[in-house]
């Protein structure tokens, strides 16, 4: 008798519990929990919950300026649910349809960011883990209205996979691309570990249009045209990045006017220009938010050694006869008695 009345107790919470899914309006409850937690800079518009997916529809992120700067058209979030009970939220997959980043820097010089709200000083009783996150067609625009610059990356694809363990640490790896507006594109290929922030990979660009650049190049060097291309082999240990790197520009033509280290713009153009392209070897190092470079050094050496040799040449074959009759005088010295 006893069992038949834990039975029935059991049947009714069950069907009480599969009642209150069913029927009452779970996603709404949590979304409204969530817009509360996220606060008024962060919006969801609408939020599916199943079993083994979460869905967010037209996500947007504002900054306190009140100017976008994240729209995400869809996230789907893909929770191994069992893994809370080890107090880690093992995530799947997490996926994002067409976002779309706003980075903006105002004309009074400040840059334009989220401000989450603050959590309590305290450290989280859950970690987190991604095992896949993936960007599918996103889009990224570039506004620095300080310098009058405008930017965009389109076609923005991103896949990190980790082999993250509940148990262990693991291999991270992560490979970007990008086009830009015009013509050209970047990609990034890493590897690494989370745990202990240490990563290697390759960032390159490929045949940037380098007018769109002008507004950062100082002077009163003109640039009508040219193709930038960078390749640049990094090391990321704990925020802080070294990458030795490689500069090459093809096709450019300067207006013909300007002074580079006090010597004719084209000129010198002209002297570093080898088989129609400019190579510069050059470092970059520092935090990875305020990161620093040798590039204009890189371009003075060059133009020196360029400069050095130009000079030198025409002094060689100067000589060169002389120093022939010098050779000859030397061999008949020892008969001259």
């Known amino acids: 008798m006893f069992k038949k009345v834990i039975f029935g107790i059991a049947v009714i919470l069950i069907l009480s519990i599969a009642g209150l899914i069913l029927f009452f309006p779970f996603d709404s409850f949590v979304k409204e929990r969530i817009d509360k937690a996220l606060g008024p800079d962060i919006s969801i518009k ?46 799947k997959e997490i996926e994002m349809d067409s976002p779309r980043l706003v980075i903006k820097r105002t004309k009074g010089g400040k840059w334009l960011f989220p401000e989450l709200k603050k959590k309590e000083d305290r450290k989280s009783s859950v970690e987190l883990i991604v095992k ?32 993250l363990s509940l148990f262990q640490s693991g291999k991270t790896t992560i490979t970007a691309t990008a086009k830009f507006l015009d013509a050209g594109n970047a990609s990034l290929k890493s590897e690494g570990n989370i745990s202990n922030g240490k990563f290697k990979g390759t960032f390159t660009i490929r045949d940037l249009n380098m007018t769109v650049l002008r507004p950062y190049m100082k002077g009163d060097v003109r640039v009508k045209k040219g193709k930038l291309n960078l390749d640049s082999n990094f090391i990321l240990d704990k925020g802080y990045v070294k990458a030795p790197s490689s500069l090459r520009i093809r096709d450019m033509d ?42 204009k050094e890189s371009f003075k050496r060059k133009v020196s050694e360029e400069l050095e040799k130009t000079i030198t040449s025409p002094l060689e074959q100067a000589t060169k006869p002389l120093h022939e009759v010098l050779k000859n005088v030397g061999g008949l010295l020892p008969a001259i008695k």
């Open 46 to 91: 609408n939020l599916k919950i199943r079993w083994n997916v979460i869905v967010a529809d037209d996500i947007l992120v504002k900054t306190p300026a009140g100017t976008d700067f994240l729209e995400i058209k869809q996230l789907r979030l893909k929770p191994y649910l069992w893994a809370l009970l080890r107090k880690k939220f093992d995530i």
């Open 132 to 163: 896949t996150f993936r960007v599918n067609s996103g889009n990224v625009i570039i506004e620095d209205d300080l310098k009058g610059f405008n930017m965009k990356l389109n076609d923005v694809v991103i896949d990190m996979k980790s082999s």
């Open 254 to 295: 300067i207006e013909t006017r300007g002074f580079l280290m006090g010597v004719g713009a084209p000129f010198v153009i002209e002297l570093v220009k080898k088989k129609g392209e400019i190579v510069l070897n050059f470092n970059i190092w520092g935090k990875w938010n305020n990161l620093q470079h040798d590039l």
